[in-house]
């Protein structure tokens, strides 16, 4: 590496005006310096004048320009599933290989991708060993293997690239990459000069059945019977059996029977190299939603080498009677019966079901027209199930009902999650209401379990958004500073900015609870809270606290719940077992992996403890607030109900609240959300709060009303829909068609004949629970097609709605399609056209994993990398040392003459040749000569100064002696001009009549005596030693 | 001259500012050490730490051996030069916080999350092994550290419930356990480095008691260091971790709350103290362990860091 400086780069350039000062210290300058003689002068200015130049450059941010040809390069390693094993293998010995060449100052850096990008090595330097690569082969596994990813890779080692080398981006790979566009990456690369060399990988699988699709209808009827139409794709003549599982609703799946009369279950079939397509027929046997998956199983397997492609799943809407699913507690079916029997008789279906005992997803929940959540915590729902809820309200059209207790809305832990999103209330509460508050505490020891920090943040994230903005929270962590405060203990007021903090927390290694439970315990205290809790989450190795600390929190009921989290052994749980157990909180233990997922649902769960003050339990009597749909034939008075949960109406277009209660707050609420509909009712618990109201006539009637308003539209009739899925991208054609009473359906502008220039609003929900946005455009007369990628594996819902649809009903389309394995598999050979392009376009190479391909990689061919560095600290540093000369300058005289006469007469003494009085007479005669010259001068500079100097001789007033302050100076030494002698003489002495004579010599060096004086002294001694050898 | 006295005035002050501005990170700003140089860096290569927990200095060839969260063990020469790179056996519960080097140059780890301590050669040859779980005589809970007497006994000090210092004969026999009792002035929470002098007295860092404490080879407790602490130096430990002592017969403990290094005179007197917070070339953050070398040499463990501060004291 080579250094260039420059100051053409400042960071602040506005700084150098400070330079124009340096005017101003000219003219100083010119005032003050010619005292200290013209050499000294022009000095001390320069000094002056290059600290400020210094200061300034300091100040402006002047960088140092650094130029490296120093290489590193990054692997990129492809460890998707569609990379055989051995490849795989020859990979990774290729990369430790290839770093072999690298050199001393060369780094390697290595990255390994899938449908996630892992970064295995960090830019090392060669070791010992003589490799780049510090990690012996077998490489670890990636974490979504059934993706390729490799735009994602590309960003992730521009972000890794250190900007001070030459960095070089090595991507082996099959190229089939089904998430992301890496050509644009790679444009990107190119853009910060980091060329992208490639090494594909052959991918050349043998003898392949790949199951390519399943046409399967997307709606049908009960009792009807309906076919699938299986597609497989074989290399070669082979033969095999095509089975197909059923899963109804959300029930298990099973084998169906294909061939009654025959043992086997699954249909024989004869394939034939290319597309060989199947029919069979099924009957749809009941009103729910059906999911079928067909497999292939070869006779021979070598006929068929993945095993994950032969696999395809199908998904059929079968529109049944208007269900409503009621979710409630296992222990609550007996309360939630006094609801669920209120819609039976009002002719509702209702499907009662304890929500431990069923799974939420998008897919499942289309079989109901609404939920009902009664009275159930947030924690028994997971984050998914939470965004299944959501979805199915807002992109899906259903309907959703919440109903109140000591486990609803805010109090049971609903704040912040995405079901409150969908609702017509929120769940917290106005700043400006009075109610108790609650305090959490959370001591943070998360960083020992793998991805410590992020689920650190996240279960932080999860729990803040839990509580009101009346709540206080904080969190204590250990950073390098010691025990600190990484969220002070304050109000969840503005939850933006505490969750800004939050992110940036690092949380390390803890080792003693003690110390943060005690600043935990001090700040719950000190605030005005009603409820206090605090929650540990560690692995459990810190040291115990104190007794004496268990027993103050006892006393001021402040409870703690522990969570262990992969401890190292069985030892470390007993101390969070016995802080739980002893503060009456509770204990958590996750020991495997992935039992971290639980754990924001532990935190919302402990959370909620301190949102007992949001139910607020006394009799009151609901008053009308306005005569909404879901009130029509149903008026005053109501009865009393006992209690309710606090909320807060959501200010939006649409929000109406028939109810409330007399507080004002809202009591029954309902809403549009887009494509659904939501209904709060904050009281409920019957048994508790609401036994009047179940007595009450028309208990069932508000409640049938409430449920129908929300309930989901029944899919449009006159709409044909099919699926396509073609690669990775799946196409929805939607064709309208004329009605049943052979009417002409025709769009607004009456023209086709069909439903033509419908404004659909598409929607794509993945199996992630993912909603996006998709555009569906009319291709043809009546006919509209909507093109999606579907780049997971899993159940992919459509929807479709329009407002303006045939005789001016609002169109509801929906249906489903099932990606039956992942992309990853359905390539079976590599796609170098893909890595060329990469290699293209960011200007990189071609390689293959030879002896050539080995070489290349760390070949020094790229141009040297210019960067720059900061050079602030050096500059300030030369400032500090260069005003210390300046002052140096200016106040200590040195001269030169001296100097040089004296270096002289050393060097003529080592020379030898000559008599000591020699030279010693010539010295004389040279210094003679000097001080002549000097004295000369400056009796000519100092003018008539000098003639005072004379003066006692003519009786004038004699000059007063030099100050002992007076520093020396140069100004001083002018002074005595003319004669040495009467300028020191002694006939000055002579007219100081009172002046008394010195005693002895140690009175002539007294402190009396001015510097200037002892000076003169000197020379006068000097000058008479002179005379005496002279006269010698 | 009196407009030259005030630009002189604002000059003085403009570099006194800006000292004091940066003076946070200005490199080079020590307490009475001369920093020479460090090394490691973050990452798993060879010479690179990933949170390194332990350093102990060879007292036979002044080797520096460095154990990291990776559960590598790493032999450097005195002057920072990567020679060799060895593995613990187990890795999943847990990785290693201690390690302590013989007279005979045996490299012994208190293998922490494996209730039990194993001896290496200076190659990395394991040699043997001791050590169960439980909370029984002679067995560990997290052994932290190991230390010999000049009798040839052995001393394994543990935290996690049993924090105490258990005694063995050089065979790995139990002969006893003392500093066992909480009641007791010699209870240590969480007793984190062992050390023992020529005097054959123990010396122990009380981790989270924030103390150092001597006893005597009977398991005698002896008192814990009164230390004087200068007047212009932040008084008292916090969380003291590493415990070494010099050529010079002083203790070097590595103050890990506070950031820095503190030299003790066995009187308790404070001799020096070097650190300041950082990240900066010569700052240090948490560091764990401390270890003498030969002379005036001292290597800092800069765990936060993922480095080896190497000063001259």
């Known amino acids: 590496m080579s250094e260039l400086f420059t100051l053409s780069r400042f960071d602040r350039p506005w700084a150098l005006l400070i330079l124009g000062l340096a005017v101003l210290m000219w003219l100083m300058a010119r005032r003050s310096l010619p005292g200290l003689g013209p050499v000294r002068g022009k000095l001390a200015a320069f000094m002056r004048f290059s600290v400020l130049a210094l200061l300034v450059l300091a100040l402006a941010g002047t960088h140092k320009i650094l130029k490296n040809d120093d290489l590193n390069v990054m692997y990129l390693a492809d460890f998707s599933k569609s990379v055989p094993l051995d490849l795989r293998r020859e990979t990774e010995n290729f990369i430790v290989e290839s770093s072999r060449s690298m050199k001393e100052n060369d780094k390697a850096t290595l990255l390994t991708f899938d449908g996630r990008t892992n970064i295995e090595q960090l830019p090392s330097n060669k070791g010992a060993s003589g490799t780049g690569i510090h990690r012996d082969p077998p490489f670890p596994d990636g974490q979504r293997p059934d993706q390729t990813n490799i735009s994602q890779a590309i960003r992730m080692a521009i972000a890794c690239m250190p900007p001070d080398m030459n960095n070089r981006m090595v991507i082996i790979s099959d190229g089939n990459q089904n998430v992301g566009d890496a050509v644009t990456e790679a444009r990107s690369a190119k853009t910060n000069k980091l060329p992208i060399d490639v090494v594909p ?121 208007p269900t409503v699913l009621f979710l409630g507690q296992a222990d609550a079916e007996r309360e939630d019966s006094y609801l669920v029997e209120a819609l039976k008789r009002e002719k509702i279906r209702v499907v009662w079901k304890a929500k431990e005992s069923v799974t939420i997803s998008t897919a499942a929940l289309q079989d109901y027209s609404a939920v009902i959540l ?95 903005r009346l709540d206080y929270f904080g969190v204590v962590g250990w950073g390098f500073n010691g025990f600190h405060w990484e969220v002070k203990m304050q109000q969840a007021s503005d939850k933006d900015g505490i969750i800004r903090k939050i992110r940036n927390m690092q949380n390390a290694d803890m080792f003693d609870f003690q110390t943060p439970m005690n600043m ?192 989901k539209q029944g899919t449009a009739a006159n709409f044909d829909v099919r699926t396509v899925v073609e690669g990775d991208n799946v196409r929805m054609i939607i064709e309208s068609m004329e009605d049943s009473a052979g009417k002409v359906v025709a769009g607004e502008d009456g023209g086709s004949g069909f439903g033509d220039f419908l404004q659909f609003d598409g929607r794509v929900i993945a199996p992630n629970g993912e909603a996006k946005p998709v555009r569906v455009t009319q291709i043809g007369p009546g006919q509209y097609e909507a093109v999606f990628k579907a780049d997971q594996k899993g159940t992919w819902l459509i929807t479709a709605g329009a407002s303006g649809g045939p005789n001016e009903k609002p169109v509801q389309i929906r249906t489903g399609v099932t990606m039956a394995y992942s992309p990853e598999f359905r390539d079976l050979t590599s796609n170098e056209a893909l890595l060329r392009e990469v290699a293209d376009v960011s200007g990189g190479r071609v390689l293959s994993m030879d002896e050539v391909g080995k070489a290349a990689i760390f070949q020094h061919n790229l141009p040297p990398t210019i960067s720059r560095e900061p050079i602030w600290d050096f500059l300030l540093k030369l400032a500090i040392f260069t005003f210390l000369l300046d002052v140096a300058v200016r106040r200590i005289a040195l001269d030169p003459l001296q100097w040089l006469l004296r270096a002289r007469a050393r060097l003529a003494s080592l020379a030898g040749g000559r008599g000591r009085g020699e030279r010693s007479v010539e010295t004389l005669r040279d210094l003679r000569g000097a001080r002549d010259r000097v004295r000369q001068d400056r009796t000519t500079q100092a003018g008539p100064v000098g003639k005072p100097a004379a003066g006692p001789s003519r009786g004038a007033v004699p000059a007063p002696p030099p100050s002992a302050k007076t520093k020396f100076d140069a100004g001083n030494v002018s002074k005595p001009t003319g004669d040495l002698a009467s300028a020191m003489g002694a006939d000055q002495a002579a007219d100081k009549p009172k002046a008394p004579p010195p005693k002895k010599k140690e009175a002539d060096d007294g402190p009396q005596e001015s510097t200037t004086a002892r000076l003169l002294k000197s020379k006068r001694r000097a000058r008479e030693e002179t005379d005496g050898n002279k006269d010698e | 001259m009196k407009l030259e006295r005030i630009i002189f005035a604002v000059l003085l002050l403009a570099t006194g500012g800006a000292v004091a501005y940066y003076s946070g990170s200005l490199p080079g700003m020590t307490r009475a050490a001369e920093h020479r140089f460090n090394f490691g860096g973050i990452g798993r290569g060879n010479g690179q730490f990933e949170y390194p927990r332990a350093l102990a200095v060879s007292p036979v060839d002044g080797c520096v051996f460095v154990i990291d969260k990776t559960a590598r063990v790493q032999r450097f020469s005195p002057d920072g030069k990567h020679e060799l790179t060895w593995h613990m056996p187990e890795v999943k519960n847990g990785k290693p916080t201690g390690i ?60 996690g419930g049993n924090d105490r210092v258990s005694k063995f004969t050089p065979e790995f026999e139990y002969v006893m356990s003392f500093a066992d009792d909480k009641a007791g002035a010699g209870w240590m929470n969480r007793p984190q480095t062992l050390l023992i002098d020529d005097d054959d007295i123990i010396w122990a860092t009380d981790s989270c008691g924030h103390r150092i404490c001597r006893f005597d080879t009977s398991g005698k407790f002896l008192g814990a260091l009164d230390i004087e602490w200068p007047a212009d130096e932040k008084s008292g430990f916090s969380y003291p971790f590493g415990l070494d ?65 190497v000063i001259d004291w």
């Open chain 2, 245 to 309: 002592e010099d050529d010079a017969g002083r203790l070097l403990v590595s103050d890990r709350g506070n950031n820095r290094i503190v030299r003790l005179q066995k009187s308790g007197k404070v001799d020096g103290i070097w650190g300041l917070a950082g990240r900066a070339e010569t700052q240090i953050r948490q560091p764990w362990a401390v270890g003498a070398g030969d002379g005036s040499r001292v290597y800092c463990l800069d765990s936060w860091n993922n480095r080896v501060q």
């Open chain 2, 100 to 159: 302590f080097i013989d007279q005979q140059n045996q490299i012994w780890v208190p293998d922490t999350h494996y209730a039990r301590v194993i001896g290496f050669d200076r190659d990395g040859n394991e040699l043997f092994s001791f050590g169960e779980r439980g909370h029984g005589p002679g067995q560990f809970i997290f052994p932290t550290s190991v230390a010999i007497d000049s009798a040839g006994f052995i001393y394994v000090s543990e935290y």
């Open chain 1, 374 to 468: 009664s009275n159930i915590a947030a924690e028994n729902f997971s984050a998914d199930e939470q965004r299944s809820l959501a979805t199915y309200v807002r992109d899906l059209g259903g309907g959703l009902v919440m109903t109140g207790g000591d486990q609803g809305f805010g109090a049971g832990g609903w704040q912040g999650s995405p079901v409150e999103e969908v609702m017509p209330i929120r769940f917290d509460v106005d700043s400006v209401r009075q109610i108790p508050r609650g305090a959490l505490a959370i001591v943070m020891h998360s960083c020992e379990m793998p991805n410590g920090n992020k689920w650190g943040v996240e279960t932080a994230v999860a729990a803040l958004k839990t509580l009101s």
């Open chain 1, 520 to 711: 935990a315990y001090k700040a719950l205290m000190a605030t005005n809270a009603s409820v206090r809790h605090m929650i540990i989450i560690s692995d459990g190795d810190p040291s115990a606290p104190t007794a004496g600390l268990i027993n103050r929190m006892r006393g001021a009921k402040i409870t703690c719940s522990t969570i262990s989290i992969f401890p190292h052994g069985s030892m470390e749980i007993g101390t969070l077992k016995k802080i739980a157990n002893q503060t009456g909180g509770k204990y958590y233990s996750l020991s495997k992996p992935g039992d971290e997922k639980q754990l924001p649902k532990i935190f919302i769960k402990e959370a909620r403890i301190v949102r007992r003050p949001l139910l607020r339990e006394e009799p009151f009597v609901p008053q009308l607030n306005f005569q909404s749909d879901v009130l029509t034939g149903i008026g005053g008075p109501f009865p009393q109900l006992r209690g309710y949960v606090v909320t807060t109406p959501r200010k939006a277009m649409g929000v109406e609240i028939p109810l409330r209660t007399n507080k004002g707050d809202p009591l029954l609420a309902h809403w549009q959300c887009e494509t659904g509909r939501a209904v709060a009712f904050t009281s409920g618990w019957w048994e508790h709060w609401g036994q009047d109201w179940t007595e009450w006539p028309s208990y069932s009637k508000l409640w049938a009303q409430s449920v129908r308003w929300c309930m």
């Open chain 1, 201 to 321: 990988l052959p991918i050349q699988h043998g003898d392949e059945v790949v199951f390519e699709q399943m046409k399967v209808p997307p709606y049908a009827n009960k009792h009807e019977q309906i076919t699938l139409r299986p597609i497989l794709r074989s290399d070669r003549a082979t033969t095999g059996e095509i089975r197909i599982y059923r899963r109804i609703g959300d029930r298990q799946e099973e084998l169906i029977d294909l061939v009654p009369d025959n043992e086997r279950f699954g249909q024989r079939v004869q394939l034939n190299p290319g597309r060989n397509p199947f029919l069979l027929t099924l009957p749809i046997i009941e009103a729910r939603s059906h999911e079928f998956r067909a497999e292939f199983i070869p006779d021979d397997p070598k006929a068929d080498v993945i095993g994950e492609n032969n696999v395809v799943r199908g998904f059929t809407n079968v529109e049944g009677p």
